[in-house]
């Protein structure tokens, strides 16, 4: 480690006070921030706007719920299997947050600020966004396997977006890259939520990190709910019975 001292900038605290990002938990913070502006807060150090906390508080809200969803069903065979570790069924649903569900939105963040990156060092946005489809085998933040011809979460990010004044160069690419991706594949993928909110991450001007941080803390308070349900009205073990009627051996017998 040599000589670097370990250090935060986060919080502290001692006998009667804790410190977060130089308020006062008790005295400044609790009861006067709702969750999402503690969040924006302790990521930032700084109070969001109005505006940041109006689009920060809908991102969050975006991929709480999305029904009886993978990671769903695999918290509740979890929570099944060992009811007594709620935090274990809980990971169990957050492990699969990765390219295909939920983690792709900071790969989409990724995406355009790389993007507009390159557009404001002076290259011409349609091969930039060209090289955005072209690098990827599975695009991200585009498809979605039910929602068509839209998706209606991604419509209210980019209207709420607009209503605050934050429909930047970030909002602006990811159209240019839906363009290039109905030119080289001949039909208009639609844009998907995890899409629309790595974009209004990026229009917030926070790391894609925090894409991810999003879909993990929001999907957390999904899941505990479905976690209280299972607890009253179970369907792991009709979920598991499912599995073993519908799944064929082919091996020796």
Same mark, same amino acid.
């Given at each position: 480690?040599?000589? /670097?001292?370990? *250090?935060?900038?986060?919080?502290?605290?001692?006998?009667?006070?804790?410190?977060?990002?130089?308020?006062?938990?008790?005295?400044?913070?609790?009861?006067? &921030?709702?969750?999402?502006?503690? +969040?924006?807060?302790?990521?930032?150090?700084?109070?969001?706007?109005?505006?940041?906390?109006?689009?920060?508080?809908?991102? &969050?809200v975006t991929v709480v719920e999305h029904g009886i969803t993978p990671s769903v069903i695999a918290a509740r065979l979890t929570?099944?299997?060992?009811?007594?570790?709620?935090?274990?069924?809980?990971?169990?649903?957050?492990?699969?947050?990765?390219?295909? +569900?939920?983690?792709?939105?900071?790969?989409?963040?990724?995406?355009? *600020?790389?993007?507009?990156?390159? @557009?404001?060092?002076?290259?011409?946005?349609?091969?930039?966004?060209?090289?955005?489809?072209? %690098?990827?085998?599975?695009?991200?933040?585009?498809?979605? !396997?039910?929602?068509?011809?839209?998706?209606? /979460?991604?419509?209210? $990010?980019? %209207? @709420? &977006?607009?209503?605050?004044?934050?429909?930047? !160069?970030?909002?602006?690419?990811?159209?240019?890259? *839906?363009? %290039?991706?109905?030119?080289?594949?001949?039909?208009?993928?639609?844009?998907?939520?995890?899409?629309? $909110?790595?974009?209004?991450?990026?229009?917030?001007?926070?790391?894609?990190?925090?894409?991810?941080?999003?879909?993990?803390?929001?999907?957390?308070?999904?899941?505990?709910?479905?976690?209280?349900?299972?607890?009253?009205?179970?369907?792991?073990?009709?979920?598991?019975? $499912?599995?073993?009627?519908?799944?064929?051996?082919?091996?020796?017998?």
């Amino acid at each position: 480690m040599g000589d /670097r001292p370990l *250090q935060t900038s986060i919080a502290m605290s001692d006998e009667q006070c804790i410190t977060v990002r130089g308020a006062d938990l008790t005295e400044e913070l609790m009861g006067t &921030l709702d969750f999402g502006e503690f +969040f924006y807060f302790h990521l930032t150090g700084e109070m969001p706007t109005d505006s940041e906390s109006r689009v920060f508080n809908t991102l &969050l809200v975006t991929v709480v719920e999305h029904g009886i969803t993978p990671s769903v069903i695999a918290a509740r065979l979890t929570y099944d299997s060992a009811p007594e570790a709620v935090q274990g069924a809980v990971a169990s649903g957050l492990l699969g947050a990765g390219k295909t +569900f939920l983690g792709s939105m900071q790969d989409v963040a990724e995406m355009v *600020q790389n993007g507009v990156s390159r @557009i404001d060092a002076g290259e011409p946005s349609d091969a930039v966004a060209h090289d955005a489809v072209a %690098a990827h085998d599975r695009l991200p933040g585009f498809g979605h !396997p039910e929602h068509d011809p839209t998706d209606p /979460r991604t419509e209210r $990010i980019f %209207a @709420i &977006l607009e209503d605050e004044e934050m429909d930047g !160069p970030y909002l602006e690419f990811i159209y240019d890259v *839906q363009d %290039a991706a109905e030119a080289q594949f001949g039909s208009r993928p639609l844009i998907n939520a995890t899409g629309a $909110i790595g974009v209004g991450v990026s229009e917030l001007g926070l790391d894609p990190l925090v894409a991810r941080g999003i879909a993990l803390v929001s999907r957390s308070a999904g899941l505990v709910g479905h976690l209280n349900e299972e607890a009253d009205e179970p369907m792991a073990r009709d979920i598991w019975d $499912i599995v073993e009627e519908n799944v064929d051996y082919r091996g020796e017998p």
